[in-house]
C-alpha cells in the first residue's frame, strides 16, 4: 500500500515538474516583458 502512494507521489512531482518545464518553455517561446 505504501509503494502505491509512493509511486503516486512520484507520478505528480513528475507531472508538476514538465508542466513547469513548459511553461518555461512557452515563455521563452513568446517574449513577455520581465519584470
Known amino acids: 500500500m ?3 502512494i509512493i509511486s503516486l507521489i512520484n507520478i505528480v512531482k513528475e507531472k508538476k515538474h514538465t508542466l513547469v518545464f513548459e ?3 512557452v515563455n521563452v517561446l513568446t517574449p513577455s516583458p520581465v519584470h
Open 23 to 25: 511553461k518555461k518553455q
Open 2 to 4: 505504501t509503494h502505491l
